[in-house]
């Protein structure tokens, strides 16, 4: 589109102003190629028809969405009124300082202190790109270290700006940034001198002027000061240090006083002075080198005051009694009376001879100011050179960043020659500025691939060649400063004889012969010439220099030895390459002027600044007033030109300077997309349709490879065609919404009006129909209406209530048959009850009475394997005992000739034994014959059970039909049924109490029996025979046992079949009651009923509705029925109910008197299972006499005798065997465990025949030959016997392990393992009590194993928490237990040792410092536990108060273990913080969690990359998957849960602090939709907390500022009201913050309004009295308190197993 057609109605253009430089005005009226006028509406309402060129028209205005940008570049029109109204609006209205401009950072001086410089801001900048945060020095800071340690490329940042604009702070903030953001443990003390180094820098260099307060000027004008560090120096004199000065107060110096005022308001020169001297000290200066620095500042002070008078015209001289000249000597230690010869006479030197020529008293002032400069420049550089020694540290110097602080192109009214050396120096930086901007441009268009084409633009190289070629400014300059008769008349000569009409930049002022005008590239600047050749010169003469030379002051001397010059800084540690030839200086001799001085630092300056990349910073001042926030356009308009800002800006302007992405493209400009281009999936071919659509010249852009590059003015026209179209949508939805409400309003009247007439005709018909015979005719009609109605309605009431009476009858036969029916039902399922009740009942005692079997066999099994356990004690006791007899065989005949009569008297016990077995066989046949009795009885009686039923319910069917006629009566019966059953309930029960009692007198009578079975004892034989006897009839007893489960699970049938009959009635009734209501309905007739009506009738029943009313009221009659019927139906249903709960309750107490029984069953085993120990120990005695008997008699005999003993022990055990694999058949589950018993039983075989052999190789060693046959022959019988007895053993072993784990009898099993202990055979099962035995030697093993090689991940899956921790405590007990204090702080302290080990190796990890932060916890709590300190102890179980610590108090290594749990967690949030951080901002503020309702906005040059699929950005659902991560870390290494809470409000913080920080430093994301994106994110977290169940945890308080900012960004921003309830909303925000939000934001569209500065001063105003931080940035570094909550263990310590993977096997639990 052609520009002329953008000059539109509405559009707004600037106009030149003389006041403001520019001025706002609207066109009125469009306009048209070839008008020379221009309607326009200034802003004060006045119109003006402003007459313009049509080959240069005014230049637009932006839009409003495009003012106040970041960056100057992203504005569509790039002009100066546009840059001056961008700059303002920032400065004034938002309250920022800081602009981007293309690579420069424009910075204006507020005047005034912002909280914008904290360390917060500086980590805020930290790692950050340029274009991501709002402007600022660290963004440039930060951008330039970046690109040092990427590129590995010199670095310079180069402030410039007039005096007084802020140069020396923003270079300050640049190097502070630095010495923050590369501090580290190695170079912190470098770091600290870095910044300590600016109180000497400052003292030394800087000065207050009229336009600020760091000047570097040495003599002063009117209202001005001189160096600060000689007004700290005076202000310090009457210290004793310095007495030897002899300084006074600075009005008494001529040097401190020039300007008059020596004071500068809020300033204490005397504490600088002392934070001067604490500095030098931090820098390694000592108190001698700095009184020799003082020392010469006050010879300069003194030097100054030195009075030279005039003698006549031509002549001066120096008295010889000055004070101040001789404290000048005395200081420097010189010869005063040189000094005062040569301050007044000046030697030169021709060709024949030396002249010694006095100078004038002005001459001798000037030389003498210019040695006190002379001394003080050396000393300068001196201090300088000092502190960058200082600053050295040992490492190589690889690249550096060069911050240089420079002046700015400067033109007063009086222009001098050092404005001339400033102005030379900016036109150099100028040139070098304007080749760099190409170089960044080139590399830009290169890298998007688009065609780069020359721009035409200000070169002032020929400026450059004016002032330093060869013959020119500074070249005749030079020239005429060696002639001794010089003037500077003669030198402005020279310059208007070689330049004028020459050269076009230079001119000779029209009303001045003493000046002369140089065009620089920003403006025209007169300098007066006079004083030009004295300041050029060298005026400190050679005399003076050699007295300085020959003082015997070393510091001084060494000042003014010949020393070269270095060609760099940084030559010796860096290497500097220019970056372009650099011209050299044309004539050696000239080095010794000032100008020639300046050129050649200029030239190492420009050769420094080429081999670097630059970064510009430019330094605006607003006004001259020093006024806080005020704009002077003219001042800020010239600075403008001045420092090359609009140069850039015309430069970018000739260009593409708007640069949008693809994806910023289609967000912002979908809106003028077509549907069908919107279908498409590429989006960056969707942006170049729409493109070439929309602007049909397609040079006004181009396509690069991630961006879209447009001419100046075509975004704002894109923005026009964008407010147009959102603006006909607007009028669209106006259109139809005002339609809307203009119809609904005409419809309202409209009824209105039809209403009224309705009323009014109604009265006006009513008058003219009153008369009176229309009144008669009224009156008899209505006479004649009463009567007739009368009429109808007695007749109709007759038809209704014959109606009535017939409905009635029906609906009464109805429900008397119901009745009779329910009444029927009620008493057949009564019956039913009643037998069914009898038939439980009586089911439930028999199956107790079997139950009471089957736990008498129980016990019986368990006495037979007591007994049988203690046999094989005796064989075991038998077989060592006869090793022993066999070893003394030889020396014991006499004894076996005593046991050989003891073996005839045991053969006749022997006797009396067998004939006692016969009996018992036929005890034990008698009670098998009664056990099959008494299951033919059971038989019996269950047939029985079966015939009554079958009898009961044929006599239930008959009685169907007479329980109907007694069914109230029955109903009666129920209840009291009901009552004897609860009396036979209670009867039960009293019955079943009664059989407890008899089971305690049983108990009893067992106690009574086990005294009689222990005086028994010695009849071994006979108790043997018992035990076979009885094995059998266990045998026999275990076969009825399937009958009886056969028989339950019968009876439990039958149960099933009566449920399932009664549940069939119950259906069987409920389709009565249905059919029933079917009939009620269907039983009146409605056809019949209106066929016996006539016609006549019905038709006056149907003229006013009375039947249909009569057919109604029936209807509701027989839902009055129904509700009826339903009523008694869910009575009779909740009696069912509750005679079901009561059974319920019965079968529960019954279950309990079965557990009674059983614990009455375990107390008779435990009893009898002590008998069968105590009978087996005495059975082992006569075993063993009668053997020894058999061996030493009857060797034969005794052969044989074994062998068939074998013979009929093997037969009896296999039937044992069988009998017990049937069984183990039918118990699947103990079949598995007797699979892996047996394979132990195998092994212990094994043992036996083992040990048997030794035996026997025992026994031939020493008994003769002809023996050993026959004796190996009988051990190998006796190994033989033992191994069978111990399988007998083992299986019947097994049932009791089994019994007793199902019934949880611990104290048995506890007094089983007591006994195991003292009996020689192994214990089955042990009791631990909490301890872990270890050997001191293997303290550094566990340590190892536990702490430093256990890997967390795979391992806290399957252990319970802390379990590390509990291991760890279980060692401290045993070190206790010991009572060892020297093993138990060696065992601490190497643990303490091993966790820090292992966390500082590990520092990085988050999953292993969550895992130990959780053990060091469990630790520190198990401690606390098992202290014995009762506050621990609430919460013990009385087994956890059993393992206290006895000997030690561990208080202290609980405060150490403390400590160390804080460090953990102390690294543990710095970890998560630096996972978490990177997506804080991109997820919280950047992401996009709302799509659609966010506008994006072109950012200019410093714009973040980005790209179409930018796929690898953080998003909202990134934050919340790494804090589910965190979440679930920490549960599974049982972390305790207020701990967990503690860090995820601490993680919540961090990411609140965080993304406010940022929305405070991002004017971008400061907008209403923003708001909304920010307000959704947090309900995310909110979820998150929620789903997590940690509401509880105060996280959501951390977020409330956050929250509050969200809230004020959507918040309506105008009236009074709102800025009220902004005050009282946002409590959680300091002042401070809520006005850097007002004052940040930023409207989308246009339709958005900016907030008002008036309205920020309201709310500012309200916000006074609010005391809160002053600070801008929260602090992100914060930890809130840290708790660490006692908490017990619930795991006993008794329990605990140590897994394989430990590899702790070394470990022994006690």
Request: glycine share 4%; hydrophobic share 35%.
């Amino acid at each position: 589109m052609a520009l002329a057609g953008l000059y539109t109605q509405y559009n707004r253009v600037w106009i030149p102003d003389n006041d403001e430089v520019w001025r706002p005005a609207e066109i009125t009226a469009d306009y048209k190629t070839g008008d020379n006028v221009l309607h326009l509406l200034l802003e004060d309402g006045t119109e003006l028809d402003y007459p313009v060129d049509p080959k240069a028209l005014p230049p637009l205005r932006n839009p409003d969405i495009l003012v106040g940008e970041n960056d100057l570049t992203a504005l569509s029109y790039l002009h100066e009124p546009a840059v001056l109204h961008n700059l303002k609006v920032r400065f004034v209205e938002s309250r920022l300082i800081y602009t981007y401009s293309g690579i420069i950072l424009v910075a204006m001086n507020p005047y005034k202190q912002l909280p914008i410089y904290g360390d917060a801001i500086i980590h805020a900048y930290s790692g950050q790109n340029m274009g991501d945060m709002d402007p600022h020095i660290f963004a440039v800071a930060e951008e330039a270290y970046k690109q040092m340690a990427r590129n590995n490329k010199n670095q310079s940042i180069i402030v410039s700006g007039e005096s007084g604009a802020g140069k020396t702070v923003s270079a300050r903030y640049a190097m502070r940034y630095f010495a923050t953001v590369s501090r580290s443990t190695s170079n912190a003390q470098v770091e600290d001198k870095v910044l300590a180094s600016n109180p000497i820098t400052e003292a030394v260099g800087n000065a207050k002027t009229t336009r600020n307060d760091n000047s570097s000027v040495f003599l002063r004008s009117e209202n001005e000061r001189n160096y600060h560090i000689f007004y700290q120096l005076c202000s310090s004199a009457r210290r004793p240090e310095f007495k030897h000065l002899k300084l006074a107060s600075a009005e008494e110096f001529n040097y401190t006083n020039m300007g008059g005022n020596s004071v500068i308001e809020g300033v204490d020169d005397r504490a600088n002075m002392i934070e001067t001297q604490r500095t030098f000290c931090l820098l390694g200066l000592k108190e001698d080198f700095q009184m020799d620095v003082f020392k010469i500042l006050a010879a300069i002070l003194h030097l100054g005051n030195v009075e030279i008078i005039a003698v006549g015209d031509e002549r001066s001289s120096v008295s010889q009694d000055d004070k101040h000249l001789s404290i000048f000597c005395e200081l420097l230690d010189l010869e005063s009376n040189k000094m005062a010869r040569w301050l007044c006479h000046r030697k030169i030197i021709t060709s024949s001879e030396t002249v010694v020529k006095p100078m004038t008293k002005p001459q001798a002032l000037n030389a003498r100011d210019a040695l006190a400069k002379k001394i003080y420049s050396h000393l300068f550089s001196f201090i300088v050179g000092r502190i960058n020694k200082a600053l050295q540290f040992s490492g190589k110097q690889h690249t550096f960043i060069g911050v240089l602080d420079i002046y700015g192109f400067e033109t007063f009214d009086m222009n001098s020659f050092e404005q001339f050396c400033i102005n030379y120096a900016n036109e150099k930086l100028q040139q070098q500025f304007n080749l760099h901007v190409f170089k960044l441009e080139q590399e830009e268009y290169m890298k998007e691939n688009i065609p780069w084409t020359l721009i035409d633009f200000y070169d002032n190289q020929p400026v450059i060649d004016l002032i330093e070629a060869k013959m020119g400014i500074l070249d005749l300059l030079d020239e005429e400063c060696l002639l001794p008769q010089g003037t500077d008349e003669n030198w402005l000569q020279k310059l208007y004889n070689n330049f004028i009409n020459k050269n076009p930049l230079f001119e000779k002022p029209r009303m001045s012969n003493s000046s002369f005008i140089i065009q620089h590239f920003a403006d025209k600047v007169e300098y007066k010439s006079e004083g030009f050749l004295e300041k050029n010169r060298d005026t400190v003469y050679e005399d003076l220099i050699e007295i300085l030379k020959n003082s015997k002051f070393q510091l001084c001397a060494n000042f003014f030895q010949d020393n070269p010059i270095p060609i760099s800084p940084f030559s010796s540690t860096i290497q500097v390459k220019s970056a372009k030839i650099v011209i050299k200086s044309p004539n050696k001799q000239f080095r010794t002027t000032v100008g020639n001085k300046f050129r050649s630092s200029l030239y190492l300056l420009m050769e420094t600044l080429n081999a670097t990349t630059p970064h510009y910073v430019r330094c605006i001042k607003p006004n001259d007033q020093k006024l806080a926030f005020e704009f002077d356009a003219k001042r800020v308009v010239q600075q403008l030109r001045a420092c090359g800002v609009l140069e850039t800006i015309r430069i970018s302007s000739q260009s593409y300077p708007s640069r949008w992405t693809y994806i910023e493209f289609y967000s912002r400009y979908s809106i003028l997309m077509f549907q069908q281009e919107l279908s498409l999936t590429d989006k960056k071919q969707i942006c170049k349709t729409v493109l070439q659509r929309l602007i049909q010249d397609p040079s006004q852009y181009q396509f690069g490879r991630t961006k879209i590059f447009f001419r100046a003015g075509q975004v704002a026209y894109l923005e026009k065609l964008r407010s147009d179209k959102l603006r006909q949508a607007c009028i669209m939805i106006q259109k139809n919404m005002r339609g809307w409400l203009q119809r609904k309003k005409f419809l309202r009247i409209r009824q209105a009006a039809i209403t009224i007439q309705q009323y009014i005709r109604g009265q006006r018909t009513v008058r003219q129909a009153i008369t009176a015979a229309a009144l008669k005719e009224t009156w008899a009609a209505i006479v004649i209406q009463k009567h007739c109605r009368g009429y109808l309605v007695r007749r109709l009431c007759q038809l209704i209530r014959v109606a009535a009476l017939t409905i009635q009858a029906f609906t009464r036969g109805f429900l008397a048959r119901k009745k009779y029916r329910k009444m029927v039902e009620e008493q057949k399922a009564l019956v039913l009850q009643k037998y069914a009740r009898a038939w439980l009942a009586r089911r439930r005692f028999q199956n107790i009475r079997r139950f009471v079997l089957n736990i008498q066999l129980s016990y019986r099994v368990q006495r037979l394997q007591k007994k049988l356990e203690d046999q094989n004690r005796e064989n075991n006791v038998l077989l060592e005992r006869l090793t022993t007899l066999a070893s003394n065989h030889s020396n014991d005949v006499e004894t076996i000739q005593k046991l050989q009569q003891d073996l005839e008297k045991l053969a006749t016990q022997k006797k009396t034994s067998d004939e006692k077995e016969k009996k018992h066989k036929d005890e034990y046949e008698q009670r098998v014959s009664k056990l099959e009795n008494h299951n033919s009885e059971l038989h019996q009686q269950k047939r029985q059970l079966e015939k009554e039923l079958q009898e009961k319910t044929e006599e239930m069917k008959e009685k169907m039909d007479h329980l109907t006629k007694q069914l109230f009566a029955d109903v009666q019966k129920e209840e009291r049924q009901r009552i004897v059953l609860e009396n036979n309930f209670h009867n039960q029960k009293q019955d079943y109490e009664r059989k407890i009692e008899l089971l305690m007198e049983e108990i009893k009578n067992l106690k009574y029996e086990n005294e009689q079975l222990q005086n028994q004892i010695r009849e071994e034989q006979q108790i043997q025979d018992s035990l076979k006897m009885e094995a059998e009839e266990l045998v026999n007893q275990a076969k009825t046992i399937p009958e009886l489960q056969k028989e339950i699970e019968l009876i439990q049938m039958q149960k099933m079949d009566v449920e399932k009959q009664l549940q069939y009635q119950k259906r069987e009734m409920r389709d009565k009651m249905s059919e029933i209501t079917m009939q009620l309905h269907e039983s009146y007739d409605f056809a019949d009923a209106r066929s016996r009506l006539s016609t006549e009738d019905l038709g006056h029943l149907n003229e006013d509705g009375e039947l249909w009313f009569a057919y109604e009221g029936l209807k509701k009659a027989t839902r009055v029925l129904e509700s009826h019927f339903q009523s008694q139906r869910e009575n009779y249903e909740r009696e069912i109910e509750g005679l079901n709960s009561k059974v319920e309750h019965l079968s529960q107490e019954i279950t309990h008197l079965q557990k009674l029984f059983r614990e009455e069953n375990d107390i008779n085993d435990s009893i009898r299972l002590q008998v069968a120990r105590l009978t087996s120990e005495n059975m082992m005695i006569p075993d063993l006499k009668q053997q020894i008997s058999e061996l030493q008699k009857q060797k034969m005999n005794l052969e044989n005798h074994l062998q068939e003993e074998t013979v009929r022990n093997k037969e009896k055990i296999d039937d044992l065997e069988n009998l017990l694999h049937q069984n183990t058949e039918k118990n699947g589950t103990q079949r598995r465990v007797q699979q892996v018993q047996n394979e132990m039983y195998t092994k212990e075989k094994v043992k036996l025949i083992a040990t048997s052999q030794e035996t026997n190789n025992y026994i031939d060693n020493h008994q003769p030959e002809g023996e050993n046959e026959t004796k190996s022959k009988m051990w190998q019988d006796v190994a033989y016997l033992t191994m069978e007895n111990t399988d007998l053993e083992e299986e019947l072993d097994k049932k009791d392990r089994l019994i007793k784990k199902l019934q949880d009898q611990i104290k048995t099993l506890r007094k089983s393992i007591e006994i195991a202990n003292e009996a020689p055979m192994p214990s089955t099962s042990k009791e631990y009590i909490g301890m872990l035995q270890y050997r001191s030697e293997d303290e550094a093993k566990i340590i190892q194993n536990l702490i430093l090689e256990l890997k967390p991940r795979g391992v806290v899956v399957n252990m319970i928490p802390g379990l590390p921790a509990h291991i760890l405590f279980m060692c401290v007990r045993y070190a206790d237990y010991l009572n060892d204090d020297g093993m138990l702080k060696s065992f601490m302290n190497m643990t303490v040792n091993g966790i820090k080990q292992v966390i500082k190796e590990h520092i990085e990890d988050f999953e292993m410092l969550s895992f130990w932060l959780s053990n060091t916890c469990h630790f520190l709590n198990c401690l606390k536990q098992y202290s014995g300190e009762e506050e621990f102890m609430k919460y013990n179980t009385p087994e956890q108060n059993k393992n206290i610590l006895k000997h030690f108090d561990l208080s202290e290594y609980r405060q150490v273990l403390s400590d160390l749990a804080i460090k953990i967690y102390h690294q543990f949030i710095i970890v998560m913080e630096n996972n978490i951080q990177p997506m804080i901002v991109p997820g919280m503020l950047e992401y996009e969690s709302l799509q659609g309702i966010s506008g994006l906005k072109p950012t200019g040059f410093r714009k973040r990359s980005s790209s179409i699929d930018d796929t690898d950005a953080y998003t909202m659902t990134s934050i919340l998957q790494q804090l589910s991560y965190f979440y679930t870390t920490m549960c599974q290494n049982g972390l305790d849960s207020e701990l967990l809470k503690q860090t995820v409000k601490q993680l919540f913080f961090l990411i609140g602090s965080v993304t406010l920080n940022s929305l405070f430093l991002r004017k971008d994301m400061c907008s209403c939709r923003k708001g909304m994106q920010i307000r959704c994110n947090i309900s995310y977290l909110e979820e998150w907390l929620k789903d997590k169940n940690l509401q509880s945890s105060s996280a959501k308080e951390t977020l409330e500022p956050l929250s509050q900012a969200a809230w004020l960004l959507q918040v309506k921003k105008t009236t009074d009201d709102d800025a009220k309830e902004i005050y009282e909303r946002c409590t959680s925000l300091s002042a401070v913050q809520i006005v850097k939000i007002l004052n940040s934001y930023t409207p989308i569209d246009d339709f958005e309004k900016r907030v008002a500065p008036s309205f920020v001063r309201k709310v500012q105003a309200m916000l006074n009295n609010r005391e809160n931080s002053t600070l801008l940035m929260l602090d992100t570094k914060y930890l809130f308190q840290v708790t660490f909550p006692f908490t017990t263990s619930p795991h006993a310590l008794e329990a605990i197993q140590i897994p394989s993977s430990f590899k702790l096997g070394f470990l022994t639990r006690i």
